[in-house]
C-alpha cells in the first residue's frame, strides 16, 4: 500500500464518521453505502487539505471524488501532477 | 388524453386554469384547508402533470424553466395550489431522470395517459429535519419491499397516486445510505398522526401520518438518494418552489401597483404616496423574477452534465437562490402591505392580503433556511472559485 493510500485511510478512520472500520474497507468500496454524509466528506477533504498541504480544484469537488478510497487517492495524485 | 394545442404553450394553458379555476377557488381552499380539486381537475384535462415526461413517452417534453412559469402562474392566484404543482413535478422529474428500468417506463405512459399526481415523504420523526438521513429502512422480502415511516408531514398524501419514500437501502445500511422507493396508492396503507392547521398553504393538506407500504423490490428507484439529490431534487425543489413564491410576489405586487393607480386616478397630477414605495417594491421584485427565471434557465441549460450539478458550486448556487427567494418574497409582500395599507390589512374588500402574507412565510420554513445556511456554510469552507 502507498503512504498515500495510508495517509488516506488514517483521515478517514478519524474524520469520516463511517458505519464501518476503515479497515474493513476495499479501496473499491463505496464510502457513501459505508456511512459517509456530504458533512463528513468535507470535514475529510479539510483534513487530506492539511495533510497533504495542497488543495482540491474546484473541479475535483464532487461527490465522486469521495465516493472510494481509490478515488481519493486517484485525486490526490492528480493535484500532486497538476501542481 | 393529453389534448394538446401546439400553438400555445403550456404555461399559458396553465395561466388560464390558475386566472378562471384556481383563483376563484382559493379563498375556500384557503379558509376549509382543502385540497384545490377543481384546478386539478383542470391541470389533468391539458396533460399537465405530464409535462416533464420525454415527447417520445408522450409527454410535453418541457423544459424546467417552461414548467417553473406555469407554477408561477398557479402561485399568482393559489399557492397551495402552486405548491402541489411543484412538489409533484419534482417526483416527476426524478422519475424522468433516474427511473431507468421498463417498471418506471411503464408508470411514465400511467403518468401521460392517467395523469398521476405523485407526492412524497421524505421528512421523518427522530432524524431533526435533516432529509439526507432516515431511519426506517426498506426490508426486502424475497421479491418484494417493505417499509413503515412515521413522517410528520406528508404533502396531499391522501390526493395522490403514488408516494416517493426515502428510507435507508437496507435494515443494517448507515442513516445516509438512502433510496427512493415509488409506493403506489394500492401499495400503501396510511395511518393519519395529526392534523394539517397552519398558517399559509392550507390546501396542500399536509398532516402526518405513518406510512406503510409492501410491493414489488423493482419499485425502488436504482440511483442513490444522495445521487438523486444532488442532480435533481435540489435544484428542481429550488426552483419550482421558488417559482411558487414568485407568483406570491406577482400577486402582492399587483395589488400595489393597481391601488396605487387607483389613487393616482382620483387626483390626477399629484403623485400618490405609495408610489415612491411602489419603486422600492418593484426593484425587489425584479431581482426575485431574475433569480427564480435563472435558477430554472441555470438547470436547463446543464441538466445532463453530472460534473456540473453534483460540483460544491453548483450546490452553492442552489441553495443561494432558496435562502434569497424564500426571505425576498416575505419582505415584498410586506411593503406591498405599506403601500396599500388598511385596503389590504382588511380580509374582505378587492386589496387583501392576509393569504399573500401568510402563504409567503411558508418558503423560509419548509426546509428550513437556517439549515440549507448551515449546509452552505460548511461547503463554503471547501468552495474555491
Not at chain 2, 408610489?275 to 445532463?304: I, K, M, P, Y
Request: net charge negative.
Amino acid at each position: 500500500m502507498s503512504d498515500t493510500a495510508t495517509i488516506v485511510r488514517t483521515v478517514l478512520e478519524e474524520h469520516g464518521r463511517l458505519a464501518v472500520p476503515v479497515d474493513g474497507l476495499q479501496n473499491e468500496s463505496d464510502l457513501y453505502a459505508a456511512g459517509l454524509t456530504s458533512h463528513a466528506s468535507v470535514n475529510v477533504m479539510l483534513a487530506l487539505e492539511d495533510a497533504f498541504d495542497l488543495e482540491f480544484p474546484e473541479r475535483l469537488l464532487k461527490k465522486a471524488t469521495f465516493s472510494s478510497l481509490g478515488s481519493i487517492v486517484e485525486a490526490i495524485d492528480e493535484i500532486r501532477v497538476d501542481a | 388524453m393529453s389534448a394538446r394545442a401546439p400553438d400555445r404553450t403550456l404555461s399559458e394553458r396553465v395561466a388560464e386554469i390558475a386566472r378562471d379555476v384556481a383563483g376563484p377557488a382559493a379563498a375556500d381552499v384557503d379558509a376549509k384547508a382543502r385540497f384545490p380539486h377543481e384546478a386539478f381537475a383542470a391541470l389533468r384535462a391539458i396533460g399537465a402533470l405530464s409535462a416533464l415526461v420525454p415527447v417520445e413517452e408522450g409527454g410535453a417534453g418541457a423544459s424546467l424553466a417552461e414548467v417553473g412559469r406555469a407554477t408561477e402562474e398557479l402561485g399568482r392566484y393559489c399557492a397551495s395550489t402552486a405548491m402541489i404543482f411543484a412538489m409533484h413535478q419534482i417526483q416527476v422529474a426524478c422519475l424522468v431522470r433516474h427511473g431507468r428500468s421498463p417498471v418506471f417506463a411503464d408508470l411514465r405512459r400511467r403518468l401521460v395517459e392517467e395523469q398521476l399526481l405523485l407526492a412524497s415523504a421524505t421528512t421523518e420523526l427522530g432524524i431533526g429535519g435533516d432529509v439526507r438521513t432516515s431511519s426506517c429502512a426498506v426490508e426486502t422480502v424475497g421479491e418484494r419491499y417493505r417499509l413503515e415511516k412515521n413522517a410528520p408531514v406528508i404533502s396531499y398524501a391522501l390526493h395522490a397516486d403514488a408516494i416517493f419514500v426515502t428510507a435507508r437501502a437496507t435494515p443494517d445500511s448507515p442513516p445516509s445510505d438512502q433510496v427512493l422507493t415509488v409506493c403506489l396508492k394500492d401499495d400503501i396503507e396510511l395511518e393519519p398522526t395529526g392534523e394539517w392547521d397552519t398558517l399559509g398553504f392550507r390546501g396542500t393538506c399536509s398532516p402526518g401520518f405513518v406510512i406503510r407500504s409492501e410491493g414489488p423490490l423493482s419499485h425502488v428507484l436504482d440511483d442513490t438518494y444522495g445521487d438523486m439529490s444532488a442532480r435533481t431534487m435540489l435544484p428542481v425543489s429550488h426552483s419550482l418552489w421558488g417559482h411558487v413564491w414568485l407568483g406570491i410576489a406577482d400577486a402582492a405586487v399587483e395589488n400595489a401597483r393597481r391601488f396605487v393607480r387607483k389613487a393616482a386616478r382620483s387626483k390626477p397630477g399629484t403623485t400618490p404616496p405609495g408610489a415612491l414605495r411602489l419603486v422600492e417594491v418593484v426593484t425587489q421584485h425584479q431581482q426575485l423574477a431574475e433569480l427564480v427565471h435563472g435558477a430554472a434557465a441555470r438547470f436547463d441549460s446543464v441538466s445532463h452534465d453530472d460534473d456540473v450539478l453534483t460540483s460544491v458550486g453548483f450546490a452553492i448556487a442552489m441553495n443561494n437562490v432558496k435562502l434569497a427567494a424564500s426571505t425576498l418574497v416575505i419582505d415584498i409582500v410586506g411593503r406591498s402591505l405599506l403601500v396599500v395599507g388598511i385596503a389590504g390589512y382588511r380580509e374582505d374588500g378587492p386589496f387583501a392580503m392576509g393569504r399573500l402574507l401568510r402563504d409567503a412565510y411558508g418558503g423560509a420554513l419548509m426546509v428550513n433556511n437556517d439549515r440549507i445556511a448551515g449546509n452552505t456554510a460548511q461547503l463554503l469552507l471547501v468552495h474555491k472559485d
